[in-house]
């Protein structure tokens, strides 16, 4: 089936270091999601992209859709002990409503106070 | 307004033994996932109800039965539990003004002895 493929697998670093995180794929997607999973919670959505070439930011939070519509990166600044959990980036194949996603491995992420 | 919510949060199985995991959603969502999360491997689609009626199959469908019971619910059935099936189960929805955005429940954590 079609995959998306994450990385890094997963990062250690320390507080306040940036990060930085991206998903590839040989699809083209018309949209671009990243989540984060806390532990023993479901994942919830941290940005969302529509368009080829944006860059969206929330808080210390910025990812942008790859121009070429089949990758996105998502950026984390001044990484504080909370940042620590599993980021997953979605995409959506074509233009049908069913809205199916397709999910990356996952980067699991662990920041040192 | 709880979301997406998920019963039970945890459930002991033997093989051959059956269960239906339950999902249900108060914002008015359209459509209607369910998903599991083994290590390493993201989250991966088992079936989905774009719209109250209709159930279509995922990428891992096999061994597995859904139900749209109603706007609202949405349920996941295992006939006969077998240890490939352990993993952790989430239900999402996705309404029809929120482009491709799902929304998670909880999880259930779910283990085939």
């Known amino acids: 089936g079609q995959q998306l493929n994450q990385s890094p697998q997963s990062m250690f670093i320390q507080e306040g270091e940036d990060v930085s995180m991206n998903c590839t794929s040989s699809s083209i997607f018309n949209t671009w999601l990243w989540y984060k999973q806390d532990p023993g919670e479901g994942p919830v959505l941290l940005i969302a992209l529509y368009k080829a070439g944006e860059l969206t930011s929330n808080g210390r939070l910025t990812a942008q859709f790859g121009i070429t519509r089949k990758d996105s990166f998502l950026n984390i600044s001044a990484s504080i002990p909370s940042d620590v959990g599993i980021y997953f980036c979605?995409?959506?194949?074509?233009?049908?409503?069913?809205?199916?996603?397709?999910f990356g491995q996952g980067t699991t992420l662990q920041v040192k106070p | 307004n709880a979301g997406v919510t998920q019963t039970p949060k945890f459930q002991v199985l033997k093989t051959g033994q059956s269960m239906t995991l339950q999902c249900a959603q108060d914002m008015n969502h359209n459509s209607m996932y369910w998903y599991r999360q083994d290590p390493g491997m993201g989250l991966r689609l088992i079936y989905y109800s774009a719209s109250e009626g209709t159930t279509d199959k995922g990428e891992v469908p096999n061994g597995y039965n859904v139900s749209r019971l109603n706007k609202r619910e949405f349920s996941l059935r295992l006939e006969s539990a077998a240890p490939s099936q352990t993993s952790v189960y989430f239900c999402a929805s996705r309404g029809l003004i929120s482009y491709n955005e799902q929304f998670f429940g909880p999880g259930t954590r779910l283990t085939v002895l």
């Open positions: 979605a995409g959506q194949l074509g233009s049908g409503n069913t809205g199916k996603l397709i």
